[in-house]
């Protein structure tokens, strides 16, 4: 099979692709929102959390990274249908993305945290800041410098795990791939394509991280 020959085949295929591309960037986008989002909350328990609290942000860090990520899919998509909690696959994987996403965060924010001298906080107690406003003009802009390099990392392992929803049906990239391969017996050239694709995708991510990471830098005199 000559290029020429897959250029043309890919051109009749490509708006599965391009579907595919989009529901693995939504899918990927949702779970990497939300898992952030719920993560802060994950490292501040973990962080200055009552003892009860910490322990349980801690059991559910330790669960939840402990798990595989496969596991968590279809727990998502099977096993909370059977208590009642009816979820489109969609909806299942972006679910177990988030929560996947939400534990490394935490740990993620809790190191930065915790690298930070306890002399901050106690000087924005002793000028009357509340802890929200510690957190925001104190302690948040600091961690921020250390918690960038890391989110990045965690930003394309989402990315790449979104690739375990074709397991449950939701027609991100790799199964749009997969049926294309199905109808043309191309298996390799697709494939490529595919794995080039991802990588487009989490290169964009990484260089999003570079540009947040020069943003937030301390500038040298």
């Known amino acids: 099979m000559d290029l020429a020959q897959f250029f043309d085949i890919l051109w ?10 989009g529901v693995t960037a939504l899918v990927s986008a949702l779970a990497i929102i939300a898992g952030s989002f719920v993560g802060v909350f994950v ?29 968590l899919v279809l727990a998502s998509f ?12 969609f909806q299942a994987g972006v679910l177990a993305l988030a929560v996947f996403c939400s534990s490394h965060v935490g740990e993620i924010v809790r190191g930065a945290l915790q690298a930070i001298p306890r002399g901050q906080t106690e000087a924005a107690k002793a000028i009357g800041l509340t802890f929200s406003q510690t957190f925001s003009y104190v302690l948040m802009p600091q961690a921020g410098r250390q918690i960038a390099p890391a989110w990045v990392n965690t930003a394309a392992e989402i990315v790449k795990a979104s690739t375990l929803l074709s397991i449950i049906g939701v027609a991100e990239l790799l199964l749009a791939t997969q049926e294309v391969i199905a109808r043309t017996f191309m298996s390799l050239p697709f494939y490529f394509h595919a794995g080039f694709l991802y990588f487009c995708i989490n290169f964009s991510i990484e260089r999003l991280g570079k540009y947040v990471e020069k943003k937030l830098a301390i500038p040298q005199s």
């Open 43 to 71: 490292g501040l328990a973990l962080t200055y959390g009552v003892l009860p609290l910490r322990w349980l942000a801690r059991v559910y860090t330790d669960f939840i990274r402990g798990t595989p990520v496969l596991v």
């Open 78 to 89: 099977y096993i909370l249908g059977t208590i009642g909690l009816q979820l489109s696959a």
């Open 12 to 21: 009749s295929v490509r708006w599965p692709i391009l579907s595919g591309i």
